[in-house]
C-alpha cells in the first residue's frame, strides 16, 4: 500500500464522516448523549468505517459478510470481546437509523450475535487503601488540598469523574451537605455528602480557591492551576502519581474510587437499590455487580480465616 492511500485509510472517508456526524447530531436530539458518549460512539464508527475504508467499501454499502470478516478480523487481532460488544452496540444503532432514514436496504448486523464474554468483576481497593491513598496529597499545598477535597468528595459521593471535574459551585448545597448531579441523559440525581468530605470541601474553599481562581465569575467547583475546569486526564494522572506516593501498586484511576465507594456501601450493609440512586445507574442489574465484588470478598475472608476455608 502506498503511503498516501496508507494514510488515506486511517480516517474515514469524507462521505462516512458524514453520515456518522448526521446520525450522532440525531441521536443527541434523541436522547441527550453527553460529550464523553458521543466521542464513544464516534471512535467506534470511525474505526469501522476505517477498515471498510482499506477494502474500498463505504459505510452505506457494508454487507453482512463485510461485518462478519471485521468481527474475524479483530478476534485474530485479539481485540477484547468487551470492545468488539460496544462497537456491534454501535453499529446495530447506527444501522438502524440508517434503515430508518432510507439510506440502506437492509441492516448487515441483523442475527449477528455479540462475542462472549465473562463479566468481570470491577477493580476495586480496600478500606486501607482509600484511606492511604487519600492520606497522599499535601494538604499544606494550594493543589495538593484541592487534590484531598476531590479525592474526599469522590470517595464519598461515588461521582463518575466527568461529573466531579465539571461539578460547579450551585450545585454543591453545603448547609443540607448535598449534590445536585446532572449525569448520563440529563438525569438529576442528589447525592448526600459526609461530614468528612465536606470538613475538606470548607478547608479547601476557605484556603485554596480563591488562590486557584481570583476571578468570581468561574463557576466550576474544581478549577486547575489556569482557573479552568481541569480535564478527567489531568485528574486520572494526579490520581496515578498519589496512588505511587502512597504506595499502592494496584492499577487506579478515578473510576475505582466510584467502585470502591459503591462496594464499601453493601459490604457495610446498605440497599441495593439506594447505591443505584447514589450512582445514578438506570438498571438495577447494572448494580447488583457489587454484590459480587462483596460475596467475593466475603468468600477470601471466609476462606483465609476459618478453619475448614
Known sequence: MSEDRRRRA??????????IAQYLDALWLEKGLSDNTRASYR???????CWLNQQGVALVDAERAQLQRHLQWRVEQHLRPSSTSRLLSALRGFYRYLLREHLVAADPTLNIDAPRRGRPLP???TEHDVEVLLAAPDSGDVLGLRDRAMLELLYASGLRVSE?????FEQLNRQLGVLRIVG??????????????LSWIERYLREARPELCSDLRVEVL?????????????FWHRI???ALRAGIDKPLSPHVLRHAFATHLINHGADLRVVQMLLGHS??????IYTHVATARLQAIHRDHHPRG
Do not use: C, W
Request: glycine letters at 6%.
Open 43 to 49: 471512535r467506534d464508527l470511525n474505526h469501522y468505517a
Open 222 to 234: 474544581f478549577p486547575s492551576k489556569q482557573g479552568r475546569e481541569m480535564t478527567r486526564q489531568t
Open 164 to 168: 466531579l471535574v465539571g461539578l460547579r
Open 283 to 288: 438498571s438495577l442489574s447494572t448494580t447488583q
Open 240 to 242: 496515578k502519581q498519589y
Open 123 to 125: 477493580k476495586t481497593l
Open 184 to 197: 448520563k441523559g440529563d438525569k438529576e440525581r442528589l447525592v448526600p455528602v459526609g461530614e468528612e468530605a
Open 10 to 19: 486511517l480516517r474515514p472517508a469524507p462521505a462516512d464522516q458524514a453520515i
